[in-house]
Structure formats: C-alpha cells, structure tokens
C-alpha cells in the first residue's frame, strides 16, 4: 500500500508541476495572460505541497526519485496536451529514469 500512495502521490506531484510550468509557459510565451501565469504558480505551489505527503520522510531522495518522474512525465505531457512524438531515445531516457526512481525509492533497504 506504501509503494501504491508513492507511486500516486509522484503522479500527482508531476501532474501539478507540469501542468503548472505548461501554464506559465502559455501565459508568457503564448501571450494567454496573467490568468495562465497565476493559474500555473497555484499549480506548483501545489506541487511543493504534495512532494510533502510522500510516506518516506528523506527530502534528498523523493526529490531525487521525482527528477526520473518529472522527465518521464514532462514527455507523456507533450505527448498529450502539444502533440509531441517522442523518438526511440526519449523513450529510453524516460525509462532509464524510471528505472532510477524504482531503485532510489522502492529498493529493499536495512536500516
């Protein structure tokens, strides 16, 4: 159930981060205006505020484990909302992150 929470929380903390920087990117770069801007801070506010929840209580490692997370979501973000293709090496960058968050995170560990 722990692996589950983090796991959902991460998918959560992504969503809010991503979507937030995307907003602001829109407000900005796409002239949409402060309402896009406000909007997208709120959004990474919120982002800080979830990476808190995460069961393990190392600051270092959830943030560490939510960079692999951040890129592997940053990618299914612009496959989703900007229409991006991500060519066979995105792929595999986004998996070896992921593969980098399931060590960092999810390895059995003694102490």
């Known amino acids: ?8 929380l991460f998918g959560l903390a992504a969503l809010a981060e991503i979507g ?24 990474l506010g ?5 990476a808190t929840l995460q069961p393990d209580a190392e600051f270092g490692r959830i943030l560490a484990a939510y960079g ?11 496959v989703v909302v900007d229409g991006f293709r991500p060519d066979r090496y995105d792929l ?10 399931a060590v960092i995170m999810y390895a059995p560990r003694t102490a």
């Open 20 to 43: 937030g920087a995307w907003l602001v990117w829109q407000g900005v770069r796409e002239q949409r205006g402060l309402l896009w801007i406000g909007a997208g801070v709120v959004a």
């Open 92 to 101: 595999l960058g986004a998996a070896i992150c992921l593969l980098g968050v």
């Open 68 to 78: 692999g997370v951040f890129v592997a979501g940053s990618l299914a973000w612009g």
């Open 1 to 8: 159930m722990t692996v589950l929470r983090s796991v959902l």
């Open 46 to 50: 919120a982002y800080g505020f979830v």
